[in-house]
Nanobody
């Protein structure tokens, strides 16, 4: 069983910055990719950024140039540096880890961390 622990959410003013962290622990065979998603009230969950173990990244158009995803593979941790935050970035942010095991591929979600951008 894999556990994902997120941290770093909070309240910030427009233009401010936050850094989210998500650490994976437990029974891990191999992590193939890690990602951040977010879900705003009344909206569907959407992809924010993804990163593979080879450090290939993808970003939603709405966050390109403002957010940076990175990993510490030795610590099985993924980060999301969020700069120039806007009110529309307000959402619950979830980390997602794509795993491989002898039984096949599977994914796990973090518990979510609230990010609120407000003046």
């Amino acid at each position: 069983q894999e556990q994902l622990v997120e941290s770093g959410g909070g309240v910030v003013r427009p233009g401010g910055s936050l850094r989210l962290s998500c650490a994976a622990s437990g029974n891990i065979f191999r992590i193939d990719a890690m990602a951040w998603y977010r879900q705003a009230p009344g909206k569907q969950r959407e992809m924010v950024a993804t990163i593979t173990t080879h450090h290939t990244t993808t970003y939603a158009d709405s966050v390109k140039g403002r957010f940076t995803i990175s990993t510490d593979n030795a610590k099985n941790t993924v980060y999301l540096q969020m700069n120039s935050l806007k009110p529309e970035d307000t959402a619950v942010y979830y980390c997602y880890v794509e795993n491989w095991s002898p039984a096949g591929h599977y994914g796990d979600w973090g518990q979510g961390t609230q990010v609120t951008v407000s003046s």
